[in-house]
């Protein structure tokens, strides 16, 4: 089935002809602790994938990336954070996380956009009513960092998506995932989930692959390309 990285390279296509092209390489920074991670100016682009640890257990690794991400930020580097990479993101430039306030939030949701998604360089072309995302996770951020704009939330979760300067993005949802891994990850919680009274039958049926997904992340993967030209 692959995993976090292998879904964001296929479904946004950072591994096509492009131009100008772009080599796309893979840090499992876990697996690596320790290493040093890429320099700056060797980076277009980057994703910061999902995880199964906790932002607050502060792993070492985990603390690594987040005091790596406070420079990506500071040089506005594109960046897109996705679910831990969305809280790490949020962690390493002053938010909070913590688990989530209304419950954990797992199925294809709708989302509903702030005003700043009208405009924003990759919500704009997404931004439109009954829009729907895949959710899979137990920690958000509960609050959110300064000077960042809030893009998008859900009926159980505030902080949605942000933006921090004119680049860098967090989505706590999945872009990357389609109706079949969502369904395999309500199929995996389903006994947990449904100790918490969630109808996980319900949600595997509702299991969608949302448009927005691959939408959001080409949209990305232009922003990265578009920045590399201007910065060469």
């Not at 980076?43 to 406070?70: F, K, N, P, Q, R």
């Not at 506005?76 to 996380?97: K, N, R, T």
């Not at 609050?143 to 998008?152: D, G």
Request: net charge negative.
């Amino acid at each position: 089935m692959g995993d976090f990285e292998d879904w964001a390279i296929a479904r946004s296509g950072a591994a096509g002809t492009g131009t100008p092209p772009l080599s796309v390489k893979v840090v499992n920074v876990p697996e690596n602790d320790g290493a040093p991670l890429p320099a700056y100016e060797d980076c277009a682009g980057v994703i910061i994938t999902g995880s199964h640890a906790m932002v607050t257990d502060h792993l070492g690794w985990s603390e690594a990336v987040a005091e790596w991400l406070t420079g990506l930020v500071q040089r506005d580097i594109p960046c897109l954070g996705i679910c831990y990479g969305h809280q790490l993101l949020g962690y390493a430039v002053g938010g909070e996380v913590g688990y989530c306030p209304n419950g954990r939030e797992f199925g294809s949701v709708s989302l509903t956009f702030t005003p700043a998604a009208k405009t924003d360089k990759l919500f704009a072309g997404v931004a439109e009513p009954g829009a729907k995302a895949n959710m899979a996770h137990s920690q958000s951020v509960t609050k959110l960092p300064a000077n960042c704009v809030l893009l998008a939330s859900t009926a159980q979760e505030a902080h949605a998506a942000f933006r921090l300067g004119e680049h860098v993005w967090g989505t706590q949802f999945h872009p990357e995932f389609d109706a079949r891994v969502e369904r395999a990850y309500l199929k995996e919680f389903r006994e947990s989930l449904s100790g918490d009274g969630v109808n996980v039958d319900k949600l595997v049926a509702e299991a969608c692959d949302p448009p927005l997904g691959v939408e959001l992340l080409r949209a990305f993967m232009g922003v990265v390309r578009e920045h590399y030209r201007r910065s060469t």
